[in-house]
């Protein structure tokens, strides 16, 4: 059947071509900035606003959290791009992904690069920052280095602090 020609039952059929792209992520703290920059590069910014990109930075974080656990330990995020709409699905993987299947940036776990580059950003300080999270600056510390990651719990509580430069998609 071609696109001109009609369907049975008098429904017409369009052919549109379709781009799909997905990408499986740990469920760990430094996935988040990994999952919204996957998310960035392969939405057009034509196809969505800043208000549908942060709920599907939501989705992320969401997800993040509902995979945190042994049985799931992943989530997958697919891109289906439209010639003028886009879907994304934000869904838990039972299969998490290994080390080598990683991408080297979120292998090597950029959180901490993340977290200082948004402290800078904002002009926090590690004290700031702790006093907004309710936790020691030993910890902010430790996040900043790269030693340890926030909890689950607390990732939101960091996301939320520094929302606005983690959510909004670089300007043109």
């Not at 950029?110 to 920052?129: K, P, Y």
Request: aromatic share 4%; net charge negative; charged share 25%.
């Amino acid at each position: 059947m071609t696109q001109d020609a009609p369907a049975p039952h008098g429904d017409e059929v369009v052919v549109l071509p379709v781009v799909v792209v997905t990408q499986t992520f740990t469920a760990r703290p430094s996935s988040l900035p990994d999952a919204e920059h996957f998310v960035r590069e392969n939405v057009p910014t034509t196809l969505l606003d800043p208000a549908e990109m942060r709920t599907v930075y939501a989705a992320i974080r969401d997800a993040i959290l509902a995979a945190a656990n042994p049985d799931i330990g992943s989530f997958q995020i697919t891109v289906r791009c439209f010639p003028e709409d886009v879907e994304i699905e934000v869904l838990s993987s039972a299969d998490p992904p290994t080390r080598a299947s990683l991408p080297p940036k979120l292998a090597d776990g950029t959180f901490a690069d993340w977290l200082a580059r948004n402290l800078r950003s904002q002009g926090l300080s590690q004290e700031a920052a702790a006093r907004r999270l309710g936790v020691s600056v030993r910890t902010i510390s430790r996040w900043v280095r790269g030693q340890t990651e926030p909890r689950l719990r607390d990732l939101r509580r960091v996301e939320e602090m520094l929302g606005g430069s983690a959510q909004s998609p670089p300007s043109p």
